[in-house]
């Protein structure tokens, strides 16, 4: 079972199976970033100083930046791997279905298997782990950077897709990102307010499909 923080998605990119240099790289990957996670949650992330996690993570300064480039990255590169998502769920969606039909299934399959991503999720460590992320304003902007990449990838989808300008689909790719992002945090603070999640599921579901209601009027070539 993955981590309560990371996201069980189906869709994701096959490779072939990683030499034991880069399996072993990846677990100091994890370890640090766990190490960090832990500390940030306990102490807060701006009284843990990036010495503080090396320290405890027992490697060196410059070794810990090697695999991060920044304080903030020991706990968002967990969104790293959820950049292209959205692009991946229209690239390889059947050929029946629209850019935003699938982008809509594959957002309520997420509600439905509780996907942390969705922000439907109730366990502690994935409520932690929000907490931390939009109760730290350093967080929430470095975390920008990483929804604008899951623009320009979704809008390079969209286009290869169902055509149009680079303009048009950057501006339709903002917009299914954007509602992503809104109904996760909504479900997020619900959830964190103690409301049970069978509750926020039947709502977020009925919101989403509102969601793509609208997205569908105003975005008619991808859908």
Do not use: C
């Not at 169902?162 to 992503?180: D, K, M, N, S």
Request: without cysteine; proline residues 6%; neutral net charge.
């Amino acid at each position: 079972m993955p981590p309560a923080t990371e996201s069980t998605s189906p869709v994701g990119p096959a490779g072939p199976t990683p030499g034991l240099r880069a399996r072993k790289k990846q677990r100091r990957f994890e370890e640090i970033s766990e190490t960090a996670i832990a500390l940030f949650l306990e102490k807060g992330f701006e009284k843990v100083s990036v010495a503080e996690v090396a320290a405890a993570a027992e490697v060196s300064k410059p070794t810990l930046f090697r695999y991060f480039a920044s304080k903030e990255d020991l706990v968002l590169h967990r969104f790293a791997d959820h950049e292209d998502e959205a692009a991946r769920t229209v690239a390889a969606r059947p050929a029946e279905l629209t850019a935003l039909d699938a982008l809509h299934r594959h957002f309520l399959a997420g509600l439905d298997r509780h996907d942390p991503v969705t922000g439907l999720n109730d366990a502690e460590g994935v409520l932690a782990f929000h907490r931390l992320l939009y109760g730290t304003p350093s967080l929430v902007a470095r975390l920008h950077g990483y929804q604008n990449r899951s623009e320009r990838a979704l809008a390079t989808a969209l286009r290869d897709a169902h055509g149009g300008t680079p303009l048009e689909a950057r501006l339709a790719a903002a917009q299914i990102i954007a509602v992503h992002r809104v109904l996760a945090e909504d479900n997020w603070h619900r959830v964190a307010s103690g409301e049970p999640v069978p509750h926020v599921h039947k709502t977020a579901t009925t919101a989403t499909n509102e969601a793509y209601t609208q997205l569908r009027k105003g975005l008619t070539r991808y859908a």
